[in-house]
């Protein structure tokens, strides 16, 4: 089979179903075999601003979204509105025949910065300000048109199934997009019905209206449109793969490393981990990982994090997570589980800031912030995960870093993340290993909790355990937790505590520290969810001959500077490439390695890099074509 890259999006109000669109379409070709790559962009609002979800497709593994659509399918006028010029020439619109006449003026959401630059658009190509007009632009652009009108293939239905209700049912034109789209790309329709079942199989009623409305969306569109350029026939699937959102994988490592207690407070994009385990909270488990997991909403994020160490010091393993604001919350309990050396795990799903900023947008803003968090010195752990499959091994480690060196660690996770839906590996919870350091199991004679070792790091007693007697305070204390203000056993706490920073160096292995996926004289250091699109850009440069390396950085504090400096020590141009204004990555790269950054690549509009703009913009660089800050702005 030759090489197949294909892009589907689907747009529409938001509670209209897009999402819902969405997964079916992604399941439905994950089933057929492709690799998928799934994101989805949504407006801070519950319901009726615009809302869309790019799914990318590909009989390769593919870590990005690109920039150009292939097909897109629309029910309704603004999605046409905002993105008719993303539609690649020889791709494809669907879209809704009966609003050819409506005007921009009419769509209530269309903000006016957009409707400014859209009307410019139209006017400078002497088109009306209707859909119409920008269904002219796209033909013009090579793009293939093809309307439906939605309401009638509900008339059409109801009539056939002999069920009034679907005349009206109008949350059913995402089902319409979907199956319309995959008989246009001739897709199997097997599977289309069988994922529906899957779907909707504990309300049958409502699966056998959809799987009604697919079928006949499906022929509708094999029997009335000429063959489209592009299709996707069955390929081969890859043994042992599955289908998973992105907070998903931070989830399921919780559960299989055992984590059992998670407070938390409602916050985007963070909410939806803690949802996922509350649906999964009751599980069977091995007999080496007994137990569940108990989920508790909390009335404020203070009280979260107070919550997950009052379950730490009991022995539980324990966590929470948040986004910046909420995590801007827990810093002073942050600075309490330092100074009492209690393990516990902080899942930042970062987004836009500061202040509320962006809520449902992507962000990589809280580096600094989460490096630096708390007042005073005390030692913690900043660790980032990059592509969603590692994220699932990684917060096994992260748990494992909290028990042994008994300090917070903050799992850096992000708004991209959360929002992908990606096939990858089926993860194996055999690969993550339960090490819960110091933890005793029993306390004989005298107990001193914050007893100086060798190694730093003091045997852990459990609340209520018998002869393990200890005290917590948020003061200075002596080796029993009583508090003390002696200067000389302050700088004896202070060095034992901060003596941990040596020791996660020395203790967690180098390529848990950084990644190098090669070096070359150009190369890239990257963290987080933007390794995806700088994998893919990389190899298009790759097969133009373009060499760029890249280096992946994961604990981010304490820095590894050695590290670090030891794999890029022939690369002579360093690139930065990270979701934020002031490039956080490359200040630390800069203080801790020495070395200054040659180019910036960076994206803060709030939406995610596509491989597109990243290979843009390196090739940009190697050309010397580029300015040392290139700032990306695809996205609608």
């Not at 907070?247 to 938390?264: D, N, S, V, W």
């Not at 007994?290 to 539980?316: F, H, N, R, Y």
């Not at 597109?612 to 913009?617: G, H, P, R």
Request: include cysteine; proline fraction near 4%; glycine fraction near 8%.
């Amino acid at each position: 089979m030759s090489s197949i890259d294909f892009t589907w999006l689907i747009g529409g109000p938001q509670g209209s179903g897009v999402e819902s669109g969405a997964n079916i379409f992604s399941k439905v070709c994950a089933e057929m075999g492709y690799q998928v790559f799934g994101k989805r962009e949504f407006y801070s609002n519950i319901k009726g601003e615009h809302s869309y979800f790019t799914v990318r497709v590909a009989n390769k593994k593919i870590h990005s979204n690109v920039n150009d659509v292939t097909l897109m399918t629309s029910f309704d006028a603004e999605t046409l509105f905002r993105h008719y010029d993303e539609v690649m020439s020889g791709g494809g619109i669907i879209y809704d025949s009966d609003l050819e006449d409506v005007k921009t003026d009419s769509v209530r959401t269309l903000d006016a910065p957009f409707k400014k630059r859209l009307h410019d658009e139209l006017e400078s190509k002497n088109k009306p300000l209707t859909i119409a007009g920008v269904l002219d632009v796209a033909r013009e652009n090579g793009v293939s048109l093809f309307p439906v009108s939605f309401k009638s293939i509900l008339e059409i239905l109801s009539e056939e199934t002999e069920n009034p209700r679907l005349k009206g049912l109008v949350r059913m034109f995402n089902v319409i997009g979907v199956s319309l789209s995959l008989g246009l790309v001739q897709m199997p329709p097997d599977t289309l019905q069988k994922t529906i079942g899957t779907i909707f199989s504990k309300k049958p009623e409502v699966a056998k209206i959809n799987q009604q409305t697919a079928n006949y969306a499906y022929n509708y569109a094999t029997a009335k449109f000429e063959a489209f350029d592009h299709s996707l026939p069955r390929t081969e699937k890859e043994s042992k793969t599955l289908l998973v959102q992105g907070f998903q994988g931070t989830a399921l490592g919780k559960i299989a490393c055992g984590c059992r207690f998670q407070p938390y407070y409602p916050i985007t994009p963070a909410s939806d981990e803690s949802v996922f385990l509350e649906t999964n909270e009751l599980l069977e488990v091995t007999d080496e990982r007994p137990g569940s997991v108990a989920v508790i909403q909390t009335e404020d994020e203070i009280s979260a994090m107070g919550m997950t160490i009052g379950g730490a010091l009991t022995g539980t393993r324990s966590s929470t997570c948040t986004s910046g604001p909420g995590f801007a919350l827990m810093t002073e309990m942050l600075g309490w589980a330092g100074m009492n050396e209690v393990p516990v795990v902080i899942t930042n799903y970062q987004r836009s800031g500061p202040s509320t900023g962006l809520p449902t947008r992507h962000g990589q803003d809280d580096l600094l912030f989460s490096v630096h968090a708390g007042h005073g010195d005390f030692p913690k752990i900043v660790y980032a995960s990059g592509e969603i499959e590692e994220s699932f091994y990684d917060t096994g480690n992260c748990f494992n870093y909290a028990d042994v060196f008994q300090v917070p660690v903050i799992h850096m996770m992000d708004k991209f993340h959360a929002s992908s839906v990606i096939t990858c590996k089926r993860f194996d919870p055999q690969k993550i290993s339960i090490n819960r350091g110091k933890l005793l199991e029993k306390v004989d004679g005298d107990y001193k909790r914050f007893e100086f070792t060798d190694d730093g790091v003091s045997p852990r007693s459990r609340l209520g355990m018998d002869n393990g007697i200890f005290w917590n305070t948020g003061d200075e204390s002596d080796e029993t937790g009583h508090i003390t203000e002696d200067p000389i056993l302050r700088v004896k706490m202070m060095d034992k505590r901060m003596s941990r920073l040596d020791l996660i160096l020395e203790s967690i292995p180098d390529v848990e520290q950084a990644v190098s996926f090669g070096v070359e004289e150009y190369s890239v250091i990257s963290w987080g969810s933007t390794i995806g699109p700088v994998i893919d850009a990389i190899d298009l440069l790759k097969k133009e001959g373009i060499s760029i390396g890249l280096v992946q950085l994961k604990l981010m504090h304490p820095f590894p500077s050695e590290h670090v400096s030891s794999l890029l020590k022939d690369a002579k141009i360093i690139i930065d490439i990270e979701a934020n204004h002031s490039g956080q990555m490359g200040k630390m790269f800069k203080q801790n390695v020495g070395r200054d950054i040659d180019y910036f690549i960076l994206k803060y509009s709030g939406r995610a890099m596509t491989c597109t703009e990243v290979y843009d913009s390196l090739k940009k660089i190697v050309q010397k074509k580029a300015d040392k800050r290139e700032v990306l702005m695809h996205g609608a």
